[in-house]
């Protein structure tokens, strides 16, 4: 059974620092997701990861996938209060085509001025 | 306009009462899926549906159904809701595509409160 787990649970930084959410799954993928979610509202896709080695960047979020290693890293660099909110990470359960994806528990980000 | 839309936006109910959540999109995909959503429990799939004819069980399937009535709509059901069944409900849908993702995109949530 594919299990999913994100740390920090919570993040607390200054703006302007950098810092990295790591997501760990426990079965094979190759294919991993991150959402973000402001507090009542829904998710919002940032990345799709879909292979080893994958690196994406938005701003001041970059994302990668390591399969060997069954790792995944948000960095974000230079934090700014903006992007506070709850970061989760999803793997899809299995390679083929009737893949469902699971979801970590998430990450609260909490940006202080 | 909302590419996934969901309804209601919250409820308030009794404990006993048969609820209906329903879902829409206009985004053309086949899949749709059920979630809900508990504070640190991230997101935990009841039921999802690849095309109309095809309806499958997520982990938590237990005292709810669902009805794929057309691509574009899938509903949920709960037959007699508990006070446990109280959370956040979101509906996603999803294409396979040619990149074979599994991106998902959601819905607003309902929030469902049962007493």
């Known amino acids: 059974e594919l299990k999913v787990e994100q740390n920090p649970l919570f993040l607390s930084m200054q703006e302007g620092k950098n810092y990295t959410i790591y997501c760990n799954y426990s079965?094979?993928?190759?294919?991993l997701y991150w959402y973000r979610q402001d507090p009542g509202k829904s998710l919002e896709s940032l990345f799709v990861?879909?292979?080893?080695?994958a690196v994406k960047q938005e701003g001041r979020l970059m994302a990668s996938l390591d399969t060997k290693a069954r790792l995944s890293t948000l960095h974000i660099t230079a934090a700014v209060h903006d992007l506070s909110a709850t970061y989760f990470c999803?793997?899809?359960?299995?390679?083929?085509?009737?893949?469902?994806?699971?979801f970590g528990t998430g990450t609260l980000l909490a940006v202080q001025p | 306009d909302a590419d996934v839309t969901q309804t209601p936006r919250n409820r308030i109910t009794k404990t006993g009462k048969r609820i209906m959540l329903e879902c829409s999109q206009t985004?053309?995909?086949?899949?749709m899926y059920w979630y809900r959503q508990d504070p640190g429990l991230g997101l935990r799939l009841i039921y999802y549906?690849?095309?109309?004819?095809?309806?499958n069980k997520g982990e938590i399937s237990d005292g709810y159904s669902v009805s794929r009535q057309a691509q574009a709509k899938f509903s949920l059901s709960l037959e007699s809701a508990i006070p446990n069944q109280t959370a956040l409900y979101f509906c996603?849908?999803?294409?396979?595509?040619?990149?074979?993702?599994?991106?998902?995109?959601f819905g607003p949530g309902t929030r469902l409160t049962v007493l």
């Open positions: 996603a849908t999803s294409d396979f595509g040619t990149e074979y993702s599994n991106e998902q995109f």
């Open positions: 079965t094979t993928s190759d294919r």
């Open positions: 990861l879909l292979s080893n080695g």
């Open positions: 999803a793997v899809d359960s299995a390679g083929g085509a009737t893949n469902k994806l699971i």
């Open positions: 985004k053309g995909h086949d899949r």
């Open positions: 549906s690849f095309d109309v004819k095809d309806i």
